[in-house]
């Protein structure tokens, strides 16, 4: 069974703080996704690493793929309240059509003013 | 555009009752997915749809029965649901092809009485 292990799980912090998650796996992944959600809605893709080692930024959120594309971590620079949500990586495995995704367990995060 | 549309947004059934969710996108994937999703969980996957062609059915009861008529709709038929099957119900799309991105509708909350 391949596994994506996420952490945290929960985060509480101040606006103004810095953060960072972490995805781990013993697997190899194409390419990994990074989506955030908000209760009741879809998740919303905020970025696709494919290059191992790439780093890539959004604003005050940054991307990293490890050299292996088996880890990941998300970044974010004085978090704002409009940061709240829950943050999910998924990894696809293969270039095939209709990959499944590998979903981590999520990491909800709480920024308070 | 990475637009997918689910319809409808909220849908209260009883065990009994017969419904259909619906799903569409216009980016000319063409992979298509439902997704189920329980509170503070990630989303798991149900089906996934290649070339209009059912690829992956992981296991998923058959009163859950998917249905894909041309390559920008997704459909899934409900019938003789469990309360336990209560969710957000989670439509998303891909190339089909190279890194694969996923991306997500806004999702039909589901209620089963």
């Known amino acids: 069974t391949q596994l994506l292990e996420q952490s945290p799980q929960f985060l509480s912090i101040q606006e103004g703080e810095n953060l960072t998650v972490y995805c781990n796996s013993s697997?190899?992944?194409?390419?990994l996704q990074w989506y955030r959600q908000e209760p009741g809605e879809g998740p919303v893709l905020l970025v696709t690493?494919?290059?191992?080692?790439e780093v890539k930024k959004l604003k005050r959120l940054t991307f990293q793929f490890g050299d292996a594309r088996k880890d990941s971590s998300l970044h974010i620079t004085a978090a704002q309240t409009g940061d709240t949500g829950l943050y999910l990586c998924a990894g696809a495995q293969a270039n095939q059509a209709g990959t499944a995704l590998i979903f981590g367990k999520g990491t909800t995060l709480s920024v308070s003013s | 555009d990475t637009e997918v549309t689910q319809t409808p947004k909220h849908l209260v059934m009883g065990m009994t009752n017969k419904k259909s969710l619906k799903c569409e996108q216009h980016m000319g994937h063409r992979a298509m997915y439902w997704y189920k999703q329980k509170a503070k969980k990630p989303p798991e996957l149900m089906f996934v749809y290649s070339y209009e062609k059912l690829s992956i059915n992981e296991s998923v009861p058959s009163r859950f029965s998917p249905e894909c008529p041309n390559s920008s709709l997704l459909n899934l038929h409900l019938h003789a649901l469990q309360p336990e099957d209560s969710a957000l119900y989670l439509c998303?799309?891909?190339?089909?092809?190279?890194?694969?991105?996923?991306?997500f509708g806004p999702g039909t909350r589901l209620t089963v009485l």
């Open positions: 697997s190899v992944f194409s390419s």
């Open positions: 690493v494919v290059t191992g080692g």
């Open positions: 998303a799309s891909s190339q089909g092809e190279g890194p694969d991105t996923q991306y």
